[in-house]
């Protein structure tokens, strides 16, 4: 695939999109360089393809919001609820393990990494302070929305004045888990049985992780934050998906990047 392609398009959220001084975009599969199962927007450096295209995908990703080359950072994500502030970039082989990162730095692009987890995007513009969140089941139930919004309260945000953003992400109708699933979200509080519907095998569920992940922002001070309407899992030629790969036998997969930033 050619590099002088047109650059990757962009998902933004009128919401994030209405703060001056500041940068985002949820990013779909499309307008990379990658081939074969990793086609073609790929920005995972843990998937198994080529580390340069990798890069340059990131790349392209960053030129589409305006930052520079290297400007993305993403974590080592290990769906915990360990948060990182950031300084400085880092090399993608020196991520720290986490999966909430934090900034008040201009110029500096968080990335949060997902194939079905719900990429959230945070900012309070007013204080200068942005954060990404890697969202899936574990991390949720961890803590990782409280967690991230805490690690923006320390550097001066207000969970009132936060304006978050969840990504593309599965569905609730792509989203099939056993009969043991639902008990440690329901013994952490019993409303999360809204977030559960009878699936059509007996004794599974359909798990709403996108509607779960905005109750927890509103749960941590937040104004009330949209669901997201995008599949992962069911849009197969528009985004990676981890279930999706599994359902159709694929060795890999690649994986779609989120993206906020201050301007400078």
């Given at each position: ?12 959220d009128?919401?994030l999109?209405?703060?001056d001084g ?6 779909s ?6 081939t074969?199962?990793?086609?073609s ?9 080529k580390?340069?295209d990798?890069a ?8 589409a ?17 360990d948060v990182?502030?950031?300084e400085t970039?880092w ?11 934090v ?6 692009g968080?990335?949060?990494?997902a194939?079905?987890c719900?990429?959230?995007l945070l ?18 139930l ?9 690690a ?31 008990a440690?979200f329901?013994g952490q ?10 699936a059509?095998?007996?004794?599974h ?6 509607g ?6 509103v749960?941590?001070?937040l104004?009330?934050v949209p ?6 899992c069911?849009?197969?030629?528009r985004?990676f ?9 694929e060795?890999d997969y ?11």
């Open positions: 695939m050619a590099m002088n392609q047109p650059l990757p398009p962009v998902i933004r009128p919401r999109d209405a703060h500041l940068v985002h975009g949820f990013f599969r499309a307008g990379g360089i990658s074969g199962i990793y086609d927007l790929n920005t995972g450096p843990g998937s198994a393809d580390p340069a990798v340059a995908n990131r790349d392209r990703a960053g030129a919001l305006g930052l520079g080359r290297g400007r993305i950072v993403t974590a080592y994500q290990t769906h915990s609820a990182v502030t950031v970039p090399r993608m082989d020196a991520a720290p393990r986490a999966d909430g990162l900034t008040r730095v201009p110029g500096l968080l990335g949060v990494l194939a079905d719900a990429p959230v900012a309070d513009n007013q204080a200068r302070v942005i954060a990404t969140a890697h969202a899936g089941w574990r991390g949720v961890g803590g990782v929305i409280e967690a991230t919004v805490a923006m309260v320390a550097l001066g945000a207000r969970p009132g004045r936060i304006t978050a953003a969840i990504g593309p992400c599965i569905g609730q109708r792509s989203y099939e888990v056993g009969p043991e699933f639902p440690p329901l509080n019993p409303a999360n049985e809204h977030f559960f519907r009878a059509p095998r007996e004794a569920y359909l798990f709403d992780l996108g779960l992940v905005a109750a927890c922002l749960r941590a001070g104004t009330p669901r997201p309407t995008l599949d992962t069911a849009l197969k030629d985004f998906s981890y279930r999706r790969s599994v359902l159709d036998g060795p690649g994986r779609n990047i989120s993206v906020i930033a201050l301007s400078e």
